[in-house]
């Protein structure tokens, strides 16, 4: 990483050496544009800002929200689904695991099997984006879910912004779970997953959907990395706990814009936000 970040510096100072010694007569506007130009991604962006319309990042409600049992659905499948091609979330009534992948969206259920999705089904919590792939690494020796993830953050650009992390890969093993519908009044999540399902893959195909969002979204989004998977033939899955992984091919979205659409409506008014769910969210996620 410091290595990484040293020879970006070093890159970025000989640009700014070069265009400084062309035009040196440009006096003070040649000198924001070289400030813009350091800031600017390597896709050639003159803006300073790395992205596309389809680099946003949308959100709808909050992750302590939902630890807290905010689980009443407040967005259409079908309004969700024109925020991006990619994602993960959960549904209404906290039934099951979203993921979304290549435009379709799935909903895996307390018996591992993903379920097509209808654009009338709402969901609660989900982060969705359209995934397009800034930066692609194969991987050829086995990793566990540690080692993937110390891999990918070796590899970032960044641990400031966001990223949509899809893994196409082999799995020796993989554990995911699910979380059955739940009954009002909404137990709080840290309770309501001591009811969920917990599924063991073997030597399986298939991809992990999700994202890494940085440290400071706490409260907002899961720190760190949060992944579903699904099979090859997209027919089973779950939220990632644990994984073994063979090989395969990952690839990142660097995602510098984010949005988020919170419920004008129900629980979400009254759930005292702004404590520190940490506690929960370690139960929450392992
Ligand atoms: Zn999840």
């Known amino acids: 990483m410091n290595l990484k970040i040293l020879l970006i510096v070093l890159i970025l100072l000989s640009v700014t050496f070069v265009s400084g010694c062309t035009s040196p007569a ?6 924001s544009g070289n400030i813009e130009d350091n800031i600017a991604s390597n896709e050639g962006s003159d803006s300073g800002i790395h992205g596309s319309e389809t680099d946003v990042l949308y959100q709808v409600s909050t992750i302590d929200a939902l630890l807290q049992g905010v689980y009443d659905g407040v967005l259409p499948v079908a309004e969700l689904e024109t925020h991006g091609d990619f994602g ?12 979304a992948l290549d435009g379709n969206y799935y909903q895996i259920k307390t018996d591992g099997i993903a379920y097509p999705v209808s654009g009338e089904m709402l969901t609660p919590f989900a982060t969705v984006t359209y995934f397009e792939a800034d930066e692609n690494f194969r991987l050829e020796e086995p990793v566990n879910l540690t ?8 590899n970032l650009p960044s ?15 993989i554990k995911a779970r699910s979380v059955p519908r739940q009954e009002k009044p909404y137990p709080r999540l840290a309770d309501a997953v ?4 917990v599924f063991e893959f073997e030597n399986i195909s298939g991809t992990l959907v999700g994202f890494r969002a940085p440290e400071y979204v706490k409260g907002v989004n899961v720190p760190g990395y949060h992944l579903h998977f699904i099979t090859e033939d997209r027919s089973a899955g779950g939220h990632v706990l644990d994984l073994e992984m063979e090989n395969g091919d990952a690839a990142l979205d660097i995602t510098s814009a984010f949005f988020m659409e919170l419920p004008t409506s129900g629980d979400f008014y009254d ?9 929960d969210m370690e139960k929450v996620e392992k």
């Open 26 to 31: 440009d006096g003070v506007s040649e000198k």
């Open 88 to 99: 993960i979330g959960t549904f209404d009534g906290l039934e099951g695991e979203m993921l």
């Open 147 to 154: 080692e993937l993830e110390d891999f990918l953050d070796l």
């Open 159 to 173: 641990e400031n912004l966001f990223y949509a992390i899809r893994v196409d890969g082999n799995f020796s093993y």
């Open 194 to 197: 001591s009811t969920q399902s």
């Open 271 to 279: 759930v005292e936000l702004g404590q520190d769910l940490q506690a």
